[in-house]
């Protein structure tokens, strides 16, 4: 997979809202589970794969790949044999746990509330 060069030609970033651009990468079904997952220390594929239970191998890979790329998780290759491959938080990634956790503490609280007004907005009592 080649990597995208975000700096725009006059030296500008490609995607000038910082917002935007780092919600749409972190923001999928799957990143915030394997930042908190690493959360604990390093881990192996496998073991990332049991503790997330329902993800695949390959969304797994995908969403592994793209935190790397973005800096909040570093992997590390072992000359060994078979080959023994790590994941674990770069500094960037367990910066970013101490606002994951507030949105995951917000979501926690008002869940129930959000579901309530789907339900309220579903059945025409608006």
Not at 61 to 75: A, I, N, P, Q, W
Request: net charge neutral; hydrophobic share 35%.
């Amino acid at each position: 997979m080649a990597k995208t060069n975000l700096l725009a030609a006059d030296g500008g970033f490609e995607q000038p809202c910082p917002i935007r651009d780092v919600l749409d990468r972190i923001g999928d079904q799957w990143s915030l589970l394997v930042l908190d997952a690493l959360e604990g220390g390093t881990k192996r594929f496998n073991e990332l794969m049991r503790t997330l239970g329902d993800i695949s191998k390959q969304m797994l890979s995908l969403t592994l790949k793209r935190l790397e790329e973005d800096g909040f998780v570093r992997r590390t290759v072992y000359p060994e044999v078979p080959p023994r491959v790590e994941y674990d938080l770069t500094p960037l990634g367990h910066s970013f746990l101490v606002p994951m956790k507030g949105l995951v503490a917000w979501a926690d609280e008002h869940h129930r509330h959000v579901c309530e007004a789907r339900t309220h907005y579903r059945t025409g009592a608006r």
